[in-house]
Nanobody, 117 residues
Framework: QVELVESGGGLVQPGGSLRLSCKLS????????MGWYRQAPGQQRELVAR???????EYGNPVKGRFTITRDNAKMTVYLQMNSLKPEDTAVYYC???????????WGQGTQVTVSS
């Protein structure tokens, strides 16, 4: 059973930084494309950043130049470093794991990020 556990959310002032972590258990981490998505109240879930098993990276337009996604296969963890945070970054952030070897993808429980003064 694949499980994703996120951590690192919280309240931060505009211009501040946070780092989110997502640890996968129950499968082979290195075969997964790992992604971060977010959903604000009343809005659709959107891609924040994604990193493939080969290390290719994609960012959503709103976060380019401010957020950085990395992965540590040995620790089975993906990270999202968020800098220069804005109030519009406020959302629940979800971790996702997806692989070509399975028809299923997996989601974490979500972690709240609030950017406010």
């Amino acid at each position: 059973q694949v499980e994703l556990v996120e951590s690192g959310g919280g309240l931060v002032q505009p211009g501040g930084s946070l780092r989110l972590s997502c640890k996968l258990s129950g499968s082979i981490f290195s075969i997964y494309t790992m992604g971060w998505y977010r959903q604000a109240p009343g809005q659709q879930r959107e891609l924040v950043a994604r990193i493939t098993d080969g290390g290719s990276i994609e960012y959503g337009n709103p976060v380019k130049g401010r957020f950085t996604i990395t992965r540590d296969n040995a620790k089975m963890t993906v990270y999202l470093q968020m800098n220069s945070l804005k109030p519009e970054d406020t959302a629940v952030y979800y971790c996702n794991a997806d692989t070509e070897f399975s028809p299923d993808d997996y989601w974490g429980q979500g972690t709240q990020v609030t950017v406010s003064s």
